[in-house]
């Protein structure tokens, strides 16, 4: 699932589709997109309360110093989107 809120419309993609061609073409995998301010807000304010609720627990989440975060994210088989 992937929450954004792009010029203040709420947008909320729910579904499984894995990054490669054949996911797409054979496996009929798909997503789901709604525009949606209710449905972002709702599954925003449950993640924020989870996310809360995780850290009152002192879970703490690591990342490697050697990590590095990719230049391009795949949005769909023929869709990316650049980074930075």
Not at 36 to 56: C, G, H, P, V
């Amino acid at each position: 699932m992937i929450l954004a809120e792009i010029d203040g419309q709420g947008w909320v993609l729910v579904g499984s589709l894995n990054g490669g061609e054949v996911s797409a073409k054979l496996n009929r995998e798909m997503c789901l997109l709604v525009a949606s301010d209710e449905a972002y807000q709702y599954l925003a304010d449950i993640f924020w309360y989870d996310w809360r609720a995780a850290m009152k627990r002192r879970r703490i989440f690591v990342v490697e110093q050697s990590h590095r975060c990719p230049s391009q994210l795949a949005i769909s088989a023929r869709t990316w989107l650049r980074l930075g």
